[in-house]
């Protein structure tokens, strides 16, 4: 157990619509990152939080976006959801001062019909 | 896209046997990084072995990193049913102050570890 907890666990929504996936960070951990892993793929790095702005993004478009809270937990919003954004959704909390090593939540499975 | 190619992509080995997965990775790194994930849930960190490291070792595990090829090796040693899972390295291109520590992974080994 790494201390982050990722809600809902499994999600169904249909193309079109949007969802909010919640992060909560291991205690003392101040940066949350985002990834995004497809069936079969490694995870894609899809942006980080740090004092809840928005601090490195990847390929990601900009319907992907998120929030950080003064507590460090975190959300991930995706509006207009594509088939092709299913996939298994992680966040992973670091402490800014080391991010060499992060510890990832259990995931959310999202499923886009 | 993906800076890490793992090989084999797959890989099935009989209990009590050593399992071996390499990593090559494309630009300069800080460090690289193995993870495990059981069954599409969460990564848990294995070992992080830094850019002037050779070798490290962690309990039944060993990396080893050769920056001059780009390459890293994971070896578990005397592996058991439940190392059963998916192995993928990360590598880290900037890390602490204000730059942000973005992990890029490979595509991951999947291992099977029958009884």
């Known amino acids: 157990e790494t201390g982050v907890t990722q809600s809902p666990t499994h999600l169904i929504k249909t193309r079109g619509q949007q969802v909010t996936l919640r992060c909560s960070s291991q205690?003392?951990?101040?940066?949350v990152s985002w990834y995004q892993q497809a069936l079969g793929q490694g995870p894609q790095f899809i942006f980080q939080?740090?004092?809840?702005?928005?601090?490195g993004r990847g390929n990601f478009p900009p319907r992907f976006s998120g929030l950080q809270f003064p507590n460090y937990s975190s959300e991930l919003n995706v509006n207009a959801l594509e088939l092709d954004d299913s996939a298994l959704y992680l966040c992973?909390?670091?402490?800014?001062?080391?991010?060499?090593?992060?510890?990832f939540g259990p995931g959310t499975r999202l499923l886009v019909l | 896209s993906q800076q890490g190619e793992e090989d084999p992509q797959a890989l099935s080995i009989q209990e009590g046997e050593n399992a071996t997965m390499n990593c090559s990775y494309k630009?300069?790194?800080?460090?690289l990084q193995w993870y495990r994930q059981n069954s599409g849930r969460g990564l848990v960190h294995l070992i992080l072995?830094?850019?002037?490291?050779r070798e490290k070792h962690s309990g039944r595990l060993r990396v080893t990193l050769d920056t001059s090829k780009k390459s890293s090796s994971l070896l578990i040693t005397a592996s058991r049913a439940a190392d059963t899972a998916s192995y993928f390295c990360?590598?880290?291109?900037?890390?602490?102050?204000?730059?942000?520590?973005?992990?890029?992974f490979g595509q991951g080994t999947i291992l099977t570890v029958h009884p």
């Open positions: 939080y740090y004092r809840e702005e928005e601090n």
């Open positions: 205690s003392g951990h101040n940066t």
């Open positions: 992973a909390s670091s402490p800014r001062r080391n991010q060499e090593t992060q510890y």
């Open positions: 990360a590598t880290l291109l900037n890390a602490g102050g204000t730059s942000y520590g973005k992990l890029t």
């Open positions: 630009t300069s790194i800080n460090n």
């Open positions: 072995i830094r850019s002037n490291e």
